[in-house]
């Protein structure tokens, strides 16, 4: 099996590389910059979700490849794919991130075999590692220039608030769009204000509770008018305090089985599948 392994250094935070990472546009632009004339096809969303496939044609040394791939992993810190068919036995591909102080450490490595045999091995030296390599740095590039841009947003902090193993979901009330779909209690962080501050703060506003921040749940997510939904775990301070719906139209605490059957806003339909994880 052949491995190839690269770096980058990106200047945002980890869970906003993560979020550029999952940008569904990020696999066509890494061809178009190659000029590899290749065509990626993902669903409509804007960012990827495990089981979301990948369609990619393109030529490689003048000749047509098709090769489809499936997400596996979406997570803040890593996005994994398989092969889902394509000219080659096996091909893995993930990206992990770590934090380097403001900056986040982006690994990616590519793990495949090729299809020819010992033939198949010089054809990976000559022409394969070198075409992987310049898509690794195309797509590297992509995510850099997506990250850095969402990193000067302005956060609007989600609390994922789990109590006995189920999460607290609440439904809009408005504006008529969005009436009727549920989404994480929250809003957008102050001036001056710490995101930590603003989930204790939002929750008592909204849920008429007292939280305690415990850490962080999937990558970020864009959302319109330059703002990027950051999502922040939560427990109530006092276990028997019950929140109630001072501006929402409703409350519900959901198991690990209910996340992904609720309609939530569409920036959170992304995070679903990093919420039932939290049940
Ligand atoms: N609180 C929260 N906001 C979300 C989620 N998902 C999502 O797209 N949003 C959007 C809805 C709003 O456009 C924005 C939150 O900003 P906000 O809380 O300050 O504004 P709002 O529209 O809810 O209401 P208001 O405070 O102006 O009355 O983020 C979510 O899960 N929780």
């Known amino acids: 099996m052949s491995v190839l392994r690269t770096t980058g250094l990106i200047d945002a935070p980890v869970a906003t590389v993560g979020a550029a990472l999952r940008d569904t546009r990020l696999a066509e632009r890494g061809l178009r910059a190659l000029g590899a004339h290749g065509h990626a096809a993902t669903r409509p969303s804007p960012l990827l979700v495990p089981g979301d496939e ?8 003048g000749l047509p490849v098709r090769l489809t791939t499936r997400v596996v992993r979406a997570d803040a810190d890593a996005l994994s794919s398989v092969l889902v068919s394509g000219p080659l036995p096996e091909l893995r591909h993930e990206t992990v991130l770590a934090e380097a102080g403001p900056r986040t450490l982006l690994t990616d490595s590519l793990h495949w075999t090729s299809p020819l045999g010992p033939l ?6 000559a022409v394969v590692r070198r ?3 310049r898509v690794l740095a195309a797509r590297t590039a992509g995510v850099r220039e997506l990250a850095e841009g969402w ?29 009727g779909r549920w989404e994480l209690p929250g809003g957008r962080v102050e001036p001056g204000e710490d995101e930590r501050d603003a989930v204790v703060r939002e929750c008592r506003e909204e849920l008429d509770v007292e939280v ?5 749940v999937g990558s970020d997510v864009p959302l319109r008018d330059d703002m990027l939904l950051r999502v922040h775990t939560a427990e109530l301070v006092d276990p028997e305090a019950v929140p109630r719906p001072v501006e929402h139209r409703d409350l519900r605490w959901v198991g690990r089985e209910e996340v992904e059957g609720l309609e939530w806003l569409e920036a959170d339909k992304v995070l679903t599948h990093s919420l039932r994880e939290l049940c």
């Open 54 to 61: 990948i369609a990619f044609r393109f030529r490689l040394a």
């Open 120 to 125: 198949g091995r010089l054809v990976d030296v």
């Open 131 to 133: 075409f992987v390599l």
């Open 151 to 179: 990193a000067a947003r302005k956060v609007v902090v989600g609390t994922a608030l789990v109590h006995r193993g189920r999460l607290l979901a609440q439904q809009r009330r408005y504006p008529a769009a969005d009436a």
């Open 212 to 216: 305690r921040p415990t850490g962080r």
